[in-house]
């Protein structure tokens, strides 16, 4: 079979024919079609073990805009990116899986996951910026886009059936990927559309979001929350922590009594500028160790990690750490969680 180049800023390349049916409806047939109610891409929980990092940009030329009106998107993007914390969760293996009952049209599997850093490295995937993935044709001119996915992983092959949370693969980070994730682009008729807010990709985005137009199935409606910040993953390491380490390694192990330093630390998705990070650590007694609060980001980050710590050990025992995310004065995030010293 012969695969179609899938650059992910491109719309599908095969389109479904039009259905002529309705015409010969017959008249008990008036109720209005069922609304597709799309799933997650992958077998993972919204907002713990995995996270929306980017929604398709709704704004034409060089302008851009999440669904929303916000920031949460680049340019050209044309679909919605769920991702995990880092590669050594993706060699532990998350499931891709389907997002409504449907076929696979075609599949790709061999590209390398490969973490994008340089131009060189996106020169080296040009063409090939989605990476492994499937079209799945689904119910009512409706098709779906995975890109992404982890190299020889794919389940299922052209011409195979699949019903909704069926294993198609694994979340990967082959193509055009600067961290794990899965990339949908839902289309119908041959119009990108965003699943968040149903509308098309040239219809730009909308400041006023109604759930009952979202193409995704209302529990997971209920969980998105693109005007606000995620905390990926938080705690106490015994040593700073950095961005490239935490995609690649996930989160620190935990400070222990042999570390001659600790930090609070906290990694985040979809920081505004002007947004202020507190960290607090209290000991058992209700002491407080550290409390620190950063200066306001100088300019929107996608993805960002952070740390405040002291050059000292931490005696063994239990501790509260606390991540405060803040923007023009309201607490947009907040974070709390017990840590056991040894
Ligand atoms: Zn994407």
């Known amino acids: 079979m012969d695969l179609p180049i899938w650059n992910e800023g491109q719309p599908l390349l095969n389109r479904p024919n039009r259905s002529i049916s309705i015409l010969f409806a017959p008249l008990f047939l008036t109720a209005p079609a069922l609304a597709i109610e799309l799933g997650l891409p992958a077998q993972c929980e919204l907002g713990k073990t995995c996270f ?3 929604y398709p940009d709704m704004a034409a030329g060089d302008a851009v805009a999440d669904p929303l009106c916000g920031a949460l998107t680049y340019d050209g993007h044309s679909g919605t990116d769920l991702r995990i914390l880092s590669m050594k969760e993706m060699e532990a ?13 075609r599949v790709r599997d061999q590209e390398q996951d490969y973490l994008i850093e340089t131009e060189s490295d996106r ?6 910026e989605c990476g492994n993935g499937l079209v799945l044709q689904l119910q009512d001119g409706y098709e779906v886009q995975y890109c992404h996915l982890r190299k020889g992983s794919l389940a299922v092959k052209p011409g195979d059936v699949v019903r909704t949370g069926d294993r198609l693969g694994e979340v990967g ?12 682009t839902v289309s119908r008729h041959g119009d990108t559309l965003d699943p968040l807010t149903g509308r098309k990709l040239s219809e730009g985005c909308t400041s006023t979001f109604r759930p009952d137009e979202s193409l995704f199935a209302p529990e997971i409606v ?6 606000r910040p995620d905390i990926l993953a938080f705690g106490v390491a015994g040593r700073p922590v950095d961005y490239d380490t935490l995609v690649r390694e996930g989160p620190p192990p935990v400070v222990s009594t042999n570390d001659s330093v ?3 630390w906290a990694w985040f998705a979809n920081l505004k500028k002007g947004t202020v990070i507190r960290f607090i650590l209290r000991d ?10 950063s200066e306001p980001l100088d300019r929107n980050k996608a993805s960002y990690s952070a740390f405040a710590g002291r050059k000292q050990t931490l005696p063994r025992g239990r501790y509260q750490v606390e991540v405060w995310v803040t923007l023009d004065g309201t607490l947009l995030r907040e974070a709390v969680s017990e840590v056991a010293v040894r």
């Open 93 to 105: 293996g998350y499931a891709v899986v389907a997002v409504a009952d449907g076929k696979v049209l």
């Open 123 to 128: 020169a080296s995937v040009a063409g090939r």
């Open 173 to 184: 980070a082959s193509g055009l990927a600067q961290f794990p994730h899965v990339h949908i």
């Open 262 to 264: 600790f930090v609070t």
């Open 222 to 227: 209920a969980k998105l929350e693109p005007t």
């Open 52 to 54: 929306v990092q980017q």
């Open 284 to 293: 058992g007694k209700d002491e407080t160790l550290v409390d620190h609060t």
